[in-house]
């Protein structure tokens, strides 16, 4: 498969996943048939803080807004690449929230090493958190990144989408699963593709 290709299919995948994500996120917003009177419609944004009847108390979501983890996993190239061992720092801050869900901006650093080769990147990110389930502090995160990277005979240009789930635990740490995210670099030494699989923790604040 050419690099072109390799763009185009994995362009494809990640519209596919963000859509099904948003699909995901729009039917559990919609309220639940039942008798009474509708309970009233929280504020934008404060979904986290709704009431978590039915959920153990140390899964119930958090009320930070911030958030800094660590994650490791394998970096596996698929095109230009050779795979790699990642070990990849995260910082990010909701913006509008004030709490774990929405948007929210921050900084990704990853160091990767293996196949002889050391690389080092830098990428600013978007993620948009959810929660499948009011009341329960589990958030998938759909997330964008463009950024640097330096290593591996020069620099390169680098951008790359994914997704993750983080499940709250005692509403100040967390434990994170990035099952699927690409990325891409663009440099002197060419076009590189490589698919991350990451598992980590990180805390609420």
């Not at 807004?65 to 095109?79: C, D």
């Not at 990704?108 to 329960?136: E, M």
């Amino acid at each position: 498969m050419s690099t072109s290709q390799s763009l185009r299919a994995f362009s494809v995948a990640a519209l596919v996943t963000l859509a099904a994500m948003a699909l995901a996120a729009s039917a559990a917003a919609k309220p639940r048939p039942g008798g009474g009177d509708a309970p009233s419609k929280p504020a934008a944004g404060k979904r986290s803080r709704a009431p978590s009847k039915g959920v153990p108390k140390p899964l119930r979501p958090t009320p930070h807004a911030m958030f800094t983890g660590l994650q490791l996993g394998a970096a596996v190239g698929i095109e230009g690449s050779g795979s790699q061992f990642k070990l990849q720092p995260e910082f990010g801050w909701h913006l509008l929230s004030g709490n774990g869900t929405g948007l929210a901006i921050g900084l990704t650093t990853a160091i990767n090493v293996g196949d002889d080769v050391f690389l080092w990147q830098l990428t600013p990110r978007v993620w948009w958190d959810f929660q499948p389930k009011s009341g329960l502090g589990l958030y998938i995160a759909p997330h964008v990144g463009l950024g640097v990277a330096a290593g591996g005979g020069g620099a390169s240009f680098t951008w790359g989408f994914g997704a993750q789930a983080r499940l709250a635990i005692n509403q100040v740490v967390y434990a994170v699963m990035q099952p699927v995210a690409f990325d891409f670099f663009h440099g002197a030494v060419g076009t590189a593709v490589r698919y991350d699989f990451l598992l980590g923790f990180g805390g609420f604040f």
